[in-house]
């Protein structure tokens, strides 16, 4: 039975104010974590100052104080109802902190084993190289690899580390200052096509694959695509041509969020004229009314699943379930104002998700990748692990 609940004021890795909630039952104290994005869907729920949500909290926590930590889908069930629209009454920030610390409670600590995930793993697509909104010189706002070479989990986490390191060194050797942006991605000087040629030749000495982020909606405006670092300016049917030549000319594995949010019809036309993860994450928001959609119109073949664009977990599992009969490639992902709460490692091996967007440098990113490794230890003395399959 669920005691109380703690409300705290935390900073995530930018420096931001967010929230961590402590659920207390007789069988311990069961805590998470909000993380913050900065690049967000318009369909996301709506999150509120932690000044605000601090001032009902005490009213608030009265009504979930007598509920079975165990039956974490009628806390959600609760939480969806008292919350609102997009959760604007409570914030989409305290639901979600909320919904994942009774699912720990739950689970006893160990989510990955109360889902049911135990002996296959993800593979972590590491963001290597940033722009965007996240900071970087290009409008592109990942530069992504996918370790699909290696055949462990411990192999996949070095070799991204590994190749985040040798495009630091590429840089250095050559004088061409660098830096890091909100996600610990490296930045510097220089257009996407550069950019893609040093990360596809690095990647390809350890055998992993390149993909982007293309996060577009940030630079739709008025019908057009902006591109202010190159000069371009395109329409839909420019965007899908400049994307398919990406896609083809640097042999990409994985493109995300290449068209506008609500463009469910050029994500379908991208899907069927490339051979790649063509994945949704503005366009979904981990919203199983938006994911009918994309399904009807077989708009992408890959899904970003972020617990606090669902509000809660059982909202997320909904959407995930749907993916998953479908055979779309799930991604569950990190937010760029990140903590240190490991819960997406949990939730991608409990899952049995195929990739897990977790980032590569900086505490709050190596958290998730440190969680990974934990798992994949303490599973592997039990018995035979091994890598998921990609389709």
């Given at each position: 039975m669920i005691r109380d609940l703690e409300l705290t004021a935390i900073l995530n890795s930018r420096g931001e104010e967010t929230v961590r909630v402590t659920v207390v039952t007789e069988e311990g104290r069961f805590s998470s974590d909000c993380p913050c994005g900065k690049s967000r869907g318009s369909a996301e729920p709506v999150f509120l100052p932690v000044s605000r949500i601090s001032g009902f909290f005490p009213e608030f926590k009265k009504n979930l104080i007598g509920f079975d930590e165990t039956d974490f889908e009628s806390v959600d069930s609760f939480l969806e109802e008292f919350g609102g629209e997009r959760f604007s009454k409570i914030g989409g920030n305290l639901s979600i902190a909320v919904s994942q610390a009774v699912l720990k409670a739950a689970a006893g600590g160990d989510v990955y084993r109360f889902l049911g995930g135990r002996r296959v793993f993800p593979y972590p697509l590491g963001n290597v190289i940033g722009g965007g909104v996240h900071g970087g010189y290009t409008e592109i706002q990942e530069f992504l690899v996918v370790p699909f070479g290696s055949e462990t989990l411990p192999e996949a986490v070095r070799t991204n580390v590994e190749i985040w390191n040798a495009v630091r060194t590429y840089l250095e050797a050559r004088g061409i200052p660098w830096g890091r942006n909100d996600e610990g991605a490296i930045t510097f000087k220089a257009g996407y096509r550069k950019i893609l040629e040093i990360l596809c030749s690095v990647a390809e000495d350890y055998g992993a694959g390149v993909g982007v982020d293309m996060a577009a909606s940030t630079v739709f405006e008025n019908g057009e695509y902006r591109y202010p670092s190159s000069g371009k300016v395109l329409d839909p049917g420019e965007q899908l041509e400049f994307v398919r030549d990406l896609v083809r000319t640097f042999n990409l594995v994985y493109v995300e969020d290449p068209f506008h949010e609500e463009d469910f019809?050029?994500?379908?036309?991208?899907?069927?004229?490339?051979?790649?993860?063509?994945?949704?994450?503005?366009?979904?928001?981990?919203?199983?009314?938006?994911?009918?959609?994309?399904?009807?119109?077989k708009s992408a073949n890959g899904i970003i699943l972020k617990p606090t664009q669902a509000g809660t977990v059982s909202r997320l599992f909904k959407t995930e379930n749907l993916a998953r009969k479908k055979g779309m490639i799930r991604v569950v992902s990190h937010r760029s104002g990140e903590t240190c709460d490991p819960f997406i490692s949990d939730l991608a091996v409990g899952t049995g998700s195929e990739l897990v967007k977790c980032g590569i440098m900086g505490g709050e990113r190596v958290s998730k990748a440190n969680r990974l490794l934990e798992i994949w230890e303490r599973e592997s003395e039990r018995g035979r692990v091994r890598m998921v399959r990609v389709r």
């Open positions: 019809s050029s994500f379908a036309e991208l899907t069927r004229s490339v051979k790649c993860v063509v994945c949704g994450d503005d366009l979904f928001v981990t919203n199983p009314e938006r994911l009918e959609i994309g399904l009807n119109l």
